[in-house]
T-cell receptor
Framework: GDSVTQMEGPVTLSEEAFLTINCTYT??????LFWYVQYPGEGLQLLLK?????DKGSNKGFEATYRKETTSFHLEKGSVQVSDSAVYFC??????????????FGRGTQLTVWP | DTEVTQTPKHLVMGMTNKKSLKCEQH?????MYWYKQKAKKPPELMFV???????INESVPSRFSPECPNSSLLNLHLHALQPEDSALYLC?????????????FGSGTRLTVV
């Protein structure tokens, strides 16, 4: 079945450090891939998405490229800020009729950025 | 309007109470979802409504009863809950049921069952 594997956290970085959070997926066909962010006490916000191979999603300095050959969608940011501290979820959606609207989430990665 | 609005934000209820969670969106989305999220875990799908019809029920106990009165509203009726049902309940919507467009989540209702 479809699934997402996300690197374990927590990840702790100093401000302005480079961030990578690894995400790989298992799915047949051509899933859509997402990164969601959840700030403390809040719901999930869509950070970026990619719907086909080689697409690059980007938002707020974060980037992720849909790599079909390595089934990966790693999240990167060149210089993190304290305000980026949150939990990040990698997710996929793979519409095949019978899996209508289902999002498959990774386990989430807690990021803490220190000043 | 690009939001999903959930009410209430916090709810404390006893195991014999009946309460309802409400979710509203005015983006014209035709698919709406209920997710349950325990602390430090990813959200778990509970129900999917597509074009106001229940499309997916993830074997959720009958003490949770969803309702979709119209394309903008989604309710979750709660009755005789257990303490282990305490969690963050998230509502989400998407333009259609295919999922490729992404999902908009509400900020959630934090439920505590005592």
């Amino acid at each position: 079945g479809d699934s997402v594997t996300q690197m374990e956290g927590p990840v702790t970085l100093s401000e302005e450090a480079f961030l990578t959070i690894n995400c790989t997926y298992t799915a047949t066909g051509y899933p859509s891939l997402f990164w969601y962010v959840q700030y403390p006490g809040e719901g999930l916000q869509l950070l970026l998405k990619a719907t086909k191979a080689d697409d690059k999603g980007s938002n707020k300095g974060f980037e992720a490229t849909y790599r079909k050959e390595t089934t990966s969608f790693h999240l990167e940011k060149g210089s993190v800020q304290v305000s980026d501290s949150a939990v990040y979820f990698c997710a996929l959606s793979n519409y095949r009729g019978s899996t209508l609207g289902r999002l498959y989430f990774g386990r989430g990665t807690q990021l803490t950025v220190w000043p | 309007d690009t939001e999903v609005t959930q009410t209430p934000k916090h709810l404390v209820m006893g195991m014999t109470n009946k309460k309802s969670l409400k979710c509203e969106q005015h983006m014209g989305h035709r698919a709406m979802y209920w997710y349950k999220q325990k602390a430090k875990k990813p959200p778990e799908l509970m129900f999917v409504y597509s074009y106001e019809k229940l499309s997916i029920n993830e074997s959720v106990p009958s003490r949770f009863s969803p309702e979709c009165p119209n394309s903008s509203l989604l309710n979750l009726h709660l009755h005789a809950l257990q303490p282990e049902d305490s969690a963050l309940y998230l509502c989400a919507s998407s333009p259609s049921g295919t999922g490729g467009e992404g999902y908009t989540f509400g900020s959630g209702t934090r439920l505590t069952v005592v």
